[in-house]
Every structure is written in C-alpha cells, then in structure tokens.
C-alpha cells in the first residue's frame, strides 16, 4: 500500500538507524562527556536528515507524469522495453545520490497491474548497465486512459536495499510515497512514446514535483 510514510518526518526504515545514532550522544551527556555527546549527536542529526521525509507539492493538471525521485536525469532515450510493457517506450533514468531524499513517489495515478522483484549485481548505478544487471523492483501501473508507465527502483553499489509499499491491485495517485532506496541509487521511469517529455539529461528533479512529460 502506497503512502504509508504519509505525515512522519523521517521515513519509517530510518527510525531504527535514528534510534541507533541517538544511543551513544546519550550515553556520552549521562556521563558528562560534552564534546563527545556533541560529536555522536552531529551524526544523530545528520542520520535523521539522511532519511528525511519532506512533504511535496504535487502538481494538478491532466496527464501528468511527475519525478518518481530526487536526483539528476542521467539518460532520455526510446527503447524497446521487452520485460513488462513488451512496446517501445521512453526511459527516462534518474540517479538519486546518498544526499537526496530516499523515498520513492509514484509518477502518476492508476491501478498497480505488476510487482515483479528480480535479484542482482550492485554495479554503480549511473552505468548504463545498471538498469539491466542491477538488483530491482519494477512496478507497472495503468492509467485510467489505459497509458502503461513502468517505474523501477534499481539498487547500486552503495544501496543495496530497495522497499516498496505497493501490491497488486493497489490504486495509487500522482506523488504518493511508495518506497525507497535506501542511501539512494536510480529509477528507470519508462513512458509510452508519444509522450511529451519535459526534461533531458543532467536536469535536476525533485520527486513528485518536477513534471517529467504529459501522456499522450
């Protein structure tokens, strides 16, 4: 089920890196260690903010496809995607670096029609050959117009841990939390042709606000 981050400040697979962190600050101020609980208390901060939670302002507008992530358009190209769509279709690649937002948000509204995990390397994610050979959990979903949009989560050499709320069936709307990638990686978003893409590579995008194109 989508969103179940709705409302909490840090995504709920931080809080237990959270509770971690704040131990040793604690310990350190119970014994009257000042420098040192100031020092592990920096890390405490710095470990909420890496799994920060940030509400988003999701665009309206009819056939809207928005930024499954936070990161950098690696890659704009139309393709023969043969796993799920099996039609060409344009992907757009986006690398999420260890500073961006972790969460994961789907890019457009619809019904969930395929969850499909597929065991992997860690190769570094802005390869190329990361979206094929790369652990990943694809999600296909279907518009209410009947538009397919593919959206992979693909782990890397430093996240190795991908999670994703949906199931099938589930019905999902434009920017909803679904997942994350833990210490961030890619997303392969791929979109019918004929869709008016919006950005091209090197682009900075912010999950569930930049518009990346409008349907066809």
């Known amino acids: 089920m989508a969103d179940q981050a709705r409302g909490w400040p840090i995504a709920r697979e931080g809080v237990p890196f959270l509770a971690a962190a704040l131990v040793p600050p604690a310990a350190a101020w119970a014994l009257g260690w000042t420098?040192?609980?100031?020092?592990?208390?920096?890390?405490?901060?710095?470990?909420?903010?890496?799994?920060?939670?940030?509400?988003?302002?999701?665009?309206?507008?009819?056939?809207?496809?928005?930024?499954?992530?936070d990161g950098r358009v690696l890659a704009?190209?139309?393709?023969?995607?043969?796993?799920?769509?099996?039609?060409?279709?344009?992907?757009?690649?986006?690398?999420?670096?260890?500073?961006?937002?972790?969460?994961?948000?789907?890019?457009?509204a619809g019904r969930v029609q395929t969850?499909?995990?597929?065991?992997?390397?860690?190769?570094?994610?802005?390869?190329?050959?990361?979206?094929?050979?790369n652990e990943q959990t694809a999600a296909l979903i279907e518009t209410d117009a009947g538009c397919r949009i593919l959206c992979v989560q693909v782990a890397g050499y430093v996240a190795r841990r991908i999670v994703c709320w949906l199931s099938e069936g589930d019905r999902v709307e434009r920017g909803e939390r679904y997942g994350l990638i833990r210490f961030g990686s890619r997303m392969d978003l791929y979109v019918p042709v004929g869709t008016q893409v919006r950005v091209k590579a090197g682009d900075r995008v912010t999950g569930g606000e930049s518009i990346i194109g409008v349907l066809p």
């Open 35 to 69: 420098a040192a609980g100031a020092l592990f208390g920096a890390v405490a901060l710095f470990t909420g903010w890496f799994f920060r939670n940030p509400p988003r302002r999701i665009p309206d507008g009819p056939n809207l496809v928005v930024s499954p992530g």
């Open 76 to 108: 704009v190209a139309e393709e023969e995607e043969t796993r799920f769509l099996k039609a060409r279709a344009v992907r757009v690649s986006i690398f999420l670096s260890p500073l961006n937002v972790h969460i994961n948000r789907t890019p457009c």
């Open 115 to 133: 969850i499909s995990y597929a065991p992997g390397k860690f190769l570094v994610a802005s390869e190329p050959e990361a979206t094929l050979q």
